[in-house]
């Protein structure tokens, strides 16, 4: 007989942060690329140390992330629980999600329509900064609201800076950079929450008696 004891962690959970940390990855080598003026005029061994840095520090998240993926699948199987989160968390998670996409498209018209698209990464930076305090609630992970401070005061502070006279590539890439290492904090605190809460394979929680 098969006795199922209940998981360290749910499968819907694991698929959910492991979906996050894959999108943590990629859009903070996006941040990370957006950086690149940043290194206008360095050495070209420079700009590749830069490349292969943001692509070691992606890649293992977005591996990370993947592995956590199949093991939320794996543990669905195993145990017969769904693996996608509860349709009212979905629900609310994309009510978020249109509020940003929308707020990103008003902003964009606004700021390129008078002629201010140099403040475009800061007002992205606020924007997606801002989603992630209602993430931190609906997925229960405290530390997105650090996510939110940082990636917040990154444009607020690098706008102000713009509008006292910096540079703007310098602003902007300083932005960038800062938001890029802010979801790749991100994606490393979920992935060691996980690790912490369900040691090992997560099909562990299933034991025959």
Do not use: K
């Not at 590749?48 to 199987?77: E, F, K, P, Y």
């Not at 992970?141 to 917040?152: D, Q, W």
């Not at 006279?165 to 802010?182: E, H, L, R």
């Amino acid at each position: 007989m098969n006795e199922h004891a209940a998981p360290a962690i749910p499968p819907s959970a694991l698929r959910g942060r492991g979906i996050g940390i894959v999108v943590c990855a990629i859009f903070a080598a996006l941040w990370a690329i957006w950086a690149r003026p940043l290194l206008a005029g360095t050495a070209a061994a420079w700009v590749w140390a830069a490349a292969l840095i943001v692509a070691a520090v992606s890649g293992a998240l977005l591996l990370a992330g993947a592995t956590m993926i199949r093991r939320g699948r794996r543990l669905s199987q195993a145990t017969g629980m769904g693996d996608t989160a509860p349709r009212p968390m979905r629900r609310r998670f994309m009510l978020v999600l249109v509020a940003e996409i929308v707020a990103l498209n008003i902003a964009a018209y606004f700021l390129i329509g008078h002629h201010m698209a140099q403040y475009l990464a800061p007002a992205i930076a606020v924007i997606v900064g801002l989603h992630f305090w209602p993430l931190a609630q609906i997925f229960r992970a405290p530390h997105f609201f650090t996510t939110a401070v940082v990636m917040t005061l990154a444009g607020v502070l690098g706008a102000a800076a713009m509008a006292t006279g910096s540079p703007a590539v310098t602003a902007n890439g300083i932005v960038d950079m800062v938001c890029a290492v802010a979801l790749w904090g991100t994606g490393f605190v979920s992935w060691r929450g996980l690790r912490m809460a369900a040691p090992g394979d997560a099909t562990t929680a299933i034991r025959s008696a």
